[in-house]
């Protein structure tokens, strides 16, 4: 009944949108329109399938073309959004909107995935044989929905390790070496307790803060748990009860740490100022960010890269291949989506733009374990990143709720480690009140 | 006395113009030249509203390192923009002048029928008596306080069914005429065009349609070249709705630039030299529109 | 005033034979002509606006009274709850005040700067042209440049005002922090884009003012000030209320500034700078993705935009008439004052 009532609607307006404007509608070119979820694969048919993505998958041109090799019937074309957000709004509206529109496959960053596994009826499943055992669990448990099925293929991963100023290091006399300051750090069993004590020495013999933001800090820390503000039933713990939010919350904004913060909201144009002035010695660092540390730090040399992470491995970010449902080639288009995560390719992918490929078999691959970073001090950051990706041991679960829940905790960070204008107590009471009114 | 427009049809615009201007210069109060502090005044407007294009050139100028180690890396811009200039123009994940194209069709065609059905609209708003007419202008002006963001949805919906998706139409056709320009066109018709005109001509026998086009359009010229020229400008930067219905296979201007930034790694002078690029037309628009304004303004005051 | 058939152009439109003294045909015509060409006038925007206007706002209404979310569609008939929802929540008072406070500190100073500028534009200058556009520029600049250089200047530690503001002694502002400072940093982006374009628009209204009445003015021994106040303005009163509406409805739904103010786009870690159309957008696009609530938002802006706009409409309306504004015999006898003087010089 409330499906027809819709597609009713949506089928008048259109109707009428058409007789007012009393044009012939040409022959729709969207797949999406007729919804004929998986469409055999017929392989003699020469089709063309799309390919949404955004900032930088490392899909050049002349890889896609080489998909013409094994399927000589398919030119594949690519479509670009240039940031993560301008993609989600044009996902989310084109879903809103019934489908039309869409590329025959989406990518999707990993922060989308609850709300898409909540809707996972309007995508392909991707379950396959093929590609069983291509990733590890936490990459994949994600993007699976509450009856088994796969909604996406992951791409790339962000395995965190530490970054860290071996001149500012040097200064406070701390050793530089990348070896040695991953054994400082605690080495394979490294602590949080770890990370601030050494942080403690570093800020008694320097200026500069230990790290960046006490929110990037509390991100690691609740990615560690395997459930933060939900139950596996997808129920909301409420978070005056959320003892682990709350330590966590605790942890970063107790004195000793905030003593070690820098105060400054990531991506701010503070935070981006602060690379040049010496701001912090170290940052929480997903392979990804290496960019973003590069960039803002030119004339900086000094930059490393060490092999640990506090409380074990650690995942920030990464993306995945989806195929929406409503898609005239869904078949083929998962076929594409296959291959385009394939360990092979995914290297290829690495070799273009840099980009973590999340298959285990590729983390063997030579071209990725010889990999270096000339900013950082020629780091091998292909091995020390592979290592990051094995030690992720935690699957954090993320139900319908956890942005909303999420963001109330980190205003309240912001508050106490950025604006500084509130104490951790009064802040936090002001998170248990915005989670009140979230109603749920 | 005759009056300029009678000058204007009897002996052409060239004409009309120079007898206004003869009127203006025989009248000796209003038209002195002003006092310097009032050109220091708007040489301060005007320095301000460059600093940003300023800016961009600089940026655009520098290397990322410079960029990232002061908020003036330099202070002038120089060459090596011109190398960034090549670099947007034959960037890889879009075609330059299709995008620049696409940007000249949409703002084109939605700029001239702007002008068009919103003269039309403000002349019979402001000038005609007809039943409902108050009650429909309101309505006109109540359209304007529907938020946007919240349209794309259903927008969306209407022109999926209609297959626009991806084609130009589909960022011209719901932007053909808007609410600001009727609404403008309205306001300056009240003013600008005395009653007076329009009765003449009807006396006259002339239809509707031809008052329209002999009076009113005259009158409006003006205030359609700046209708124009907002309009043009407003579509050109326009970014969200284009972003939804078009991709970077058939892009405007403005995704194409946001596109140079497809990284964790973004190149503020490539996209700076992108964004100068994307104004540079509009620059050139200034100059030709600038002068058509001021003449507009000179040849369309019209005298009752 | 001359009484000349205009030239005029090819024209199948024109039924009527000139001077035509017959009555039938023609003139049945000739007031069908009158009747009906206003409609067909204004039919374009509406027909127009049927097709993609009116069909989004209704959807919205119909949306608003359903459980709705963004990906998942529609759900139960909920009545007015979305409604009492948005009532419900401490966020929507919060962007209620954000956003008049915002749009005050835009529209107040813009519209006053907007009209000086234009008076200062509206001499015998020289280059005219070159002011005109000049006073534009800001308007064609890409967002994203202006975005860039705002961020820089209001940056809280290392922002260039925060440094002048130091280096002369004062204390800094935290720009990000306090609600009236981010309203402050907010507005002078919404200025500093469209000062230009209103004052060019009051300009062209200025334009269409009959210079004889300033000849008349100065023969009566008005200075300037007494001149714009006594001529300029309830010439332009139409003008005035135009800007005032546009800018009221424009002010009332700013989106882009708060939403780059920050590099989350949440309007500040106690919302301290939320628009309600920034309140709207990720009450649908993210956290939630509840559109249902989002469409309930919608109306109310819509309603309240509307009932400020007529507010205002009638409050200018007031001014504009009276205020002194010279009335029409009172400008007759002023051109026959200036007619004269000039017959006899």
Redesign the interface.
């Known amino acids: 009944m409330r499906k027809t009532t819709r597609k009713f609607l949506a089928v008048t307006a259109g109707v009428a949108s058409v007789a007012l404007l009393a044009t012939a509608c040409s022959g729709d070119e969207d797949p999406g329109d007729a919804t004929s979820g998986g469409a055999t694969g017929d392989s003699s048919k020469p089709i063309t399938l799309t390919v949404a993505t955004f900032n930088n998958f490392g899909y050049t041109d002349e890889l896609l073309a080489e998909y013409k090799k094994t399927h000589p019937n398919v030119t594949v074309k690519q479509t670009v959004a240039a940031k993560s957000e301008d993609a989600r709004t044009n996902l989310t509206t084109k879903l809103a909107a019934g489908g039309a529109g869409l590329a025959d496959v989406e990518a999707i960053e990993i922060d989308w995935l609850p709300e898409l596994v909540q809707s996972g009826d309007k995508f392909l499943d991707l379950n396959s044989d093929e590609v069983k055992d291509r990733w590890l669990e936490f990459k994949t448990k994600p993007a699976t929905t509450a009856d088994g099925k796969l909604i996406g293929y992951g791409t790339d991963v962000g395995p965190e390790a530490i970054c860290y100023r071996s001149d500012l290091f040097k200064a406070a006399g701390l050793p530089t070496d990348r070896a040695e300051v991953a054994e400082l750090l605690g080495g394979e069993n490294a602590t949080w307790d770890d990370y601030f004590k050494v942080g403690k020495t570093f800020a008694d013999k320097s200026d500069s803060a230990w790290f960046d933001s006490a929110g990037a800090i509390y991100q690691a820390l609740i990615n560690q748990q395997e459930f933060a503000y939900e139950n596996a039933d997808g129920s909301v713990v409420p978070l005056a009860d959320n003892t682990t939010a709350q330590e966590a919350y605790n942890t970063v904004t107790s004195d000793e740490v905030q003593a070690l913060s820098a105060h400054l909201g990531q991506w701010s144009e503070d935070w981006t100022a602060a690379f040049q002035k010496d701001g912090f010695a170290t940052m929480l660092c997903p392979a990804w960010m290496t960019g973003p540390i590069e960039q803002n730090s030119g004339g900086i040399t000094g930059w490393d890269v060490a092999d640990v992470f506090p409380g074990g491995g650690g995942n920030w970010g990464g993306s995945y291949l989806t195929v929406p449902a409503a898609g005239a080639n869904a078949e083929a288009a998962k076929e594409l989506a296959a291959w385009l995560t394939s360990p092979e390719i995914q290297i290829k992918a690495f070799e273009n733009a840099g980009t973590f490929p999340s298959q285990t078999e590729a983390l063997q691959d030579p071209a990725l374990t010889g990999a270096k970073n000339a900013f950082f001090n020629d780091a091998p950051v292909g091995e020390i990143f592979g290592n990051r990706y094995a030690a992720i041991k935690v699957t954090p679960f993320k139900g319908p709720n956890y942005f909303s829940v999420h963001t109330t905790v980190t205003d309240a960070i912001t508050k106490v480690d950025v604006e500084q204008s509130a104490d951790a107590q009064t802040a936090w009471q002001g998170a248990l009140d915005a989670f009140g009114a979230l109603g749920l | 006395m005759s009056s300029i427009p009678a000058i204007q049809q009897s002996a052409g615009k060239g004409a009309a113009r120079a007898a206004a201007r003869r009127a203006n210069r025989k009248v000796g109060g209003y038209d002195r030249r002003p006092h310097v502090v009032i050109y220091v005044l708007l040489a301060l407007v005007v320095l301000i509203g460059l600093l940003p294009l300023y800016y961009t050139l600089v940026i655009g100028s520098s290397d990322p390192v410079a960029i990232a180690q002061k908020a003036l890396p330099q202070l002038f811009p120089d060459l090596s923009i011109f190398d960034k200039f090549k670099e947007v123009v034959n960037a890889q994940s879009f075609s330059f002048w299709q995008a620049v194209w696409n940007s000249v069709i949409i703002a084109v065609v939605v700029s001239a029928s702007t002008v068009m059905f919103s003269t039309l609209a403000g002349f019979a708003f402001a000038k005609l008596r007809f039943p409902g007419r108050r009650g429909l202008l309101v309505f006109v002006i109540a359209t304007m306080a529907v938020p946007t963001q919240l349209g794309v949805v259903p927008l969306y919906i209407v022109m999926s069914k209609l297959g626009w998706i991806g084609h130009l139409q589909a960022v011209i056709v719901p932007s053909l005429v808007g609410a600001f320009g009727v609404f403008w066109m309205t306001q300056y018709l009240e003013e600008a065009l005395p009653y007076e005109l329009i009765e003449a001509a009807r006396v006259d026998g002339a239809s509707m349609f031809r008052t329209f086009w002999a009076i009113a359009l005259p009158a409006a010229r003006p205030a359609a070249a700046m209708l124009a020229l907002f309009t043009f400008v407003a579509q050109w930067v326009n970014f969200f709705w284009p972003s939804i219905v078009l991709n970077n296979q058939n892009p405007t201007l403005p995704l194409a630039v946001r596109l140079l930034q497809q990284n964790y790694f973004v190149d503020y002078s490539l996209i700076m030299a992108g964004v100068f690029l994307m104004t540079l037309p509009l620059l050139v628009l200034f100059a030709f529109a600038g002068r058509q304004l001021v003449a507009g303004i000179m040849a369309g005051a019209v005298k009752g | 005033?001359?009484?000349?058939?205009?030239?005029?152009?090819e024209?199948e439109?024109?039924?009527?034979?000139?001077?035509?003294r017959r009555v039938g045909f023609s003139q049945t015509l000739?007031r069908w002509?009158?009747?009906v060409?206003?409609?067909l006038?204004?039919s374009?925007?509406?027909?127009?606006?049927?097709?993609?206007?009116l069909?989004?706002?209704l959807?919205?209404g119909?949306v608003s009274v359903h459980q709705w979310?963004?990906?998942?569609?529609?759900?139960d008939f909920v009545g007015f709850k979305n409604f009492t929802?948005v009532f419900?929540?401490?966020?929507f008072w919060k962007s209620l005040r954000n956003t008049f406070s915002i749009f005050l500190l835009s529209s107040i100073p813009q519209v006053i700067a907007a009209i000086l500028?234009a008076a200062?534009?509206d001499?015998?200058?020289?280059a005219?042209?070159?002011?005109?556009?000049?006073?534009?520029?800001?308007?064609?600049?890409?967002?994203?440049?202006?975005g860039?250089?705002f961020?820089?200047l209001?940056?809280?530690?290392?922002?260039?005002i925060n440094s002048w503001l130091t280096a002369i002694g004062l204390p800094a502002v935290?720009w990000?922090?306090s609600p009236l400072a981010s309203h402050f940093a907010i507005a002078t982006m919404v200025n500093?884009r469209w000062t230009?374009?209103n004052a060019?628009?009051f300009l062209?209204?200025m334009?269409?003012v009959?210079?004889?009445l300033?000849?008349a003015a100065?023969?009566d021994g008005a200075g300037r000030v007494r001149q714009f106040f006594s001529v300029t303005i309830p010439?332009?009163?139409?003008?005035v209320?135009?800007i005032v509406?546009?800018s009221t409805?424009g002010g009332l739904?700013i989106?882009d500034e708060p939403r780059v103010f920050?590099?989350?786009?949440?309007g500040g870690?106690?919302r301290q700078w939320l628009t309600?159309?920034l309140y709207?957008?990720n009450t649908?696009?993210?956290?939630?993705?509840n559109?249902g609530r989002?469409?309930a938002i919608?109306w109310l802006?819509?309603l309240l935009?509307?009932a400020i706009?007529m507010v205002n409409f009638f409050v200018t309306q007031r001014i504009a008439t009276g205020s002194g504004a010279p009335s029409k015999r009172e400008i007759k006898a002023a051109k026959q004052r200036y007619?004269a003087q000039?017959k006899s010089a």
């Open positions: 005033m001359p009484v000349k058939s205009p030239v005029a152009p024209d439109l024109d039924p009527l034979p000139p001077k035509t000739s002509d009158v009747k060409s206003p409609y006038y204004i374009p925007f509406f027909i127009l606006f049927l097709i993609t206007g069909f989004p706002i959807y919205t119909y979310q963004m990906l998942q569609g529609q759900g929802d419900g929540q401490p966020d500028i200062l534009l001499q015998n200058l020289r005219k042209t070159f002011w005109r556009m000049g006073v534009l520029l800001p308007y064609v600049v890409a967002p994203v440049a202006v860039l250089i961020g820089r209001f940056a809280d530690q290392s922002g260039l935290q990000h922090v500093f230009g374009y060019l628009i062209a209204a334009q269409a009959p210079r004889e300033y000849e100065i023969i010439q332009i009163r139409a003008t209320i135009f509406i546009t409805i739904q989106f920050d590099s989350t786009g949440q870690a106690s309600m159309t709207l957008y649908g696009w993210s956290g939630q993705y559109l989002a469409a919608a802006l819509f935009i509307l706009g007619d000039r």
